[in-house]
């Protein structure tokens, strides 16, 4: 599954190397895309201030969340529940409800737009990173920020958890993936490669390596 500036988004065949849905029901980019783990829907971020969650039996959108007033720059799905997390330019992380299509917490406390926010594998902490390189870690069940470190001065684009959820791996502006380790409040590594800003990363959960893109046109994974 892949999304784009061109609004769409499209899901491909990987045995055939083919296009087999292509959804057209943005207005703006969409700058991110997650699936649910049961794989029978996924969800959308755009720049439209939406996010939508489409139902891939049917092809159709199910539903959109309204509530962000600006753009919806990441999603993700908490594992393995009804929740799904959005990371907004608004300066908001959001909680919603599947099955009302409502928003069911806001947690507030970044300065710049946020670029990317990722649940670890329990589920029951989010951290998010922003503009000026700020991560912070959210307690979803106490509903408050649990800790924040400075990785600036550039803009942090992408953040994901290890299969621990204590080391925390984040894309900066500057060419360069932090990781950072939560437990220990400190910076364990500076992976440096990438020629201009890395856009995403990926931990691999069970082999430990990393994936990065960037917007130097390379992907890079690291051990």
């Given at each position: 599954?892949?999304?784009?500036?061109?609004?769409?988004?499209?899901?491909?065949?990987?045995?055939?190397?083919?296009?087999?849905?292509?959804?057209?029901?943005?207005?703006?980019?969409?700058?991110?895309?997650?699936?649910?783990?049961?794989?029978?829907?996924?969800?959308?971020?755009?720049?439209?201030?939406?996010?939508?969650?489409?139902?891939?039996?049917?092809?159709?959108?199910?539903?959109?969340?309204?509530?962000?007033?600006?753009?919806?720059?990441?999603?993700?799905?908490?594992?393995?529940?009804?929740?799904?997390?959005?990371?907004?330019?608004?300066?908001?992380?959001?909680?919603?409800?599947?099955?009302?299509?409502?928003?069911?917490?806001?947690?507030?406390?970044?300065?710049?737009?946020?670029?990317?926010?990722?649940?670890?594998?329990?589920?029951?902490?989010?951290?998010?990173?922003?503009?000026?390189?700020?991560?912070?870690?959210?307690d979803v069940?106490?509903?408050?920020?649990?800790?924040?470190?400075?990785?600036?001065?550039?803009?942090?684009?992408?953040?994901?958890?290890?299969?621990?959820?204590?080391?925390?791996?984040?894309?900066?502006?500057?060419?360069?993936?932090?990781?950072?380790?939560?437990?220990m409040d400190?910076?364990?590594?500076t992976l440096?490669?990438?020629?201009?800003?890395?856009?995403?990363?990926?931990?691999?959960?069970?082999?430990?390596?990393?994936?990065?893109?960037?917007?130097?046109?390379?992907?890079?994974?690291?051990?």
């Amino acid at each position: 599954m892949t999304c784009s500036g061109d609004a769409q988004v499209k899901v491909w065949d990987i045995a055939n190397y083919s296009c087999v849905l292509t959804l057209k029901d943005h207005s703006q980019a969409v700058w991110d895309v997650d699936f649910h783990d049961t794989g029978d829907f996924f969800a959308s971020a755009s720049m439209d201030h939406l996010a939508k969650i489409f139902d891939i039996n049917v092809g159709k959108c199910r539903t959109s969340l309204r509530g962000h007033v600006d753009s919806v720059n990441a999603v993700q799905f908490q594992p393995y529940s009804n929740i799904v997390s959005t990371a907004s330019a608004d300066k908001t992380v959001s909680l919603w409800d599947l099955r009302t299509s409502l928003c069911v917490q806001t947690f507030f406390g970044h300065n710049n737009a946020v670029n990317d926010m990722a649940f670890n594998l329990v589920g029951d902490k989010i951290a998010s990173c922003d503009s000026d390189g700020i991560v912070k870690i959210w307690d979803v069940r106490m509903v408050k920020e649990k800790s924040q470190f400075d990785s600036g001065p550039y803009a942090a684009n992408a953040i994901d958890f290890d299969g621990s959820g204590k080391i925390l791996g984040i894309g900066l502006d500057k060419g360069e993936v932090k990781i950072y380790n939560e437990a220990m409040d400190k910076v364990e590594a500076t992976l440096k490669g990438h020629e201009d800003s890395v856009l995403d990363i990926v931990f691999d959960k069970k082999s430990k390596s990393i994936f990065t893109s960037g917007a130097d046109c390379t992907f890079r994974i690291w051990q």
